[in-house]
């Protein structure tokens, strides 16, 4: 295929399922349950921080986690009492637990209190061309805390060489507009020119096949090679990408 013809592949596989129509099965599906931003990002960062797995687990365990917080997830961060905390221990999903969600619970209580909120926190050192660096920041904020080692493998760091596919995919529902009701579009600090691609097992393999990866390792070297021929299709929207190439992994088997 050429360039043009790559293009125009990919652009009509965004059409086919960049639609809400895909939400039933999809974790994207938490966050659209509120209207409130503070809560719309918050399930969102909580939800992607659990997304590994089996689908419908992630789905069950993310409404889980939403009953624990009330339903009402940003006033529960900044209202909630030391004994509140209690009735998260039991929670847990693969290798992430109640100890990880309590800490996960102080440190957004301190990211709003004292950083200005998640927006204003991820958008601290971003260039042009990349948040990967906005998402090292992150993390180091993140955990500034007093903190059990085990719960940091839980936020992933760019500059340790992740691709960091559950921030990438967070931030794409943040930043990319609401013209086709799935991604959010909320947050205006963070352009979507400046997105990478969440990089997973499904998307990997499609940005190969279709000569986009070459790198074998789904890690931040090939993030950063997709993340390059991504935005020569498109400078200002790469990851709009995401959907065709999930959509041809999960859907199609292509």
């Not at 204003?120 to 050192?125: H, S, W």
């Not at 760091?157 to 559950?166: F, H, I, L, V």
Request: aromatic share 10%; with cysteine; proline share 4%.
């Amino acid at each position: 295929m050429t360039q043009e013809e790559l293009k125009e592949f990919l652009d009509a596989k965004v059409e086919q399922y960049n639609r809400p129509d895909f939400l039933s099965t999809d974790p994207l599906r938490i966050p659209h349950r509120f209207t409130k931003k503070e809560d719309i990002e918050i399930s969102g960062f909580l939800t992607a921080t659990i997304a590994w797995g089996n689908r419908k687990s992630i789905i069950n365990n993310s409404e889980r986690m939403m009953e624990l917080l009330e339903n009402s997830p940003f006033d529960f961060i900044m209202n909630h009492q030391e004994k509140d905390l209690e009735k998260l221990q039991g929670f847990v999903h693969r290798t992430f637990n109640g100890e990880d969600l309590t800490y996960f619970i102080r440190s957004l209580n301190n990211i709003y209190k004292q950083h200005g909120g998640l927006e204003k926190t991820f958008a601290l050192q971003g260039d042009i061309t990349s948040l990967q660096m906005s998402i090292s920041k992150f993390k180091t904020i993140f955990f500034e805390l007093d903190h059990q080692q085990r719960t940091t493998k839980h936020v992933s760091d760019p500059q340790k060489g992740s691709a960091a596919k559950r921030i990438n995919m967070f931030l794409r529902w943040m930043v990319r507009n609401n013209s086709s009701g799935v991604d959010f579009g909320i947050w205006d600090r963070i352009s979507p020119s400046q997105l990478s691609c969440p990089l997973d097992v499904h998307s990997g393999n499609v940005a190969r096949k279709l000569g986009l990866i070459q790198r074998k390792q789904n890690d931040g070297k090939a993030l950063a090679e997709l993340d390059a021929n991504l935005r020569k299709l498109d400078p200002l929207d790469p990851v709009k990408y995401d959907f065709a190439l999930f959509g041809l992994g999960v859907f199609e088997k292509f």
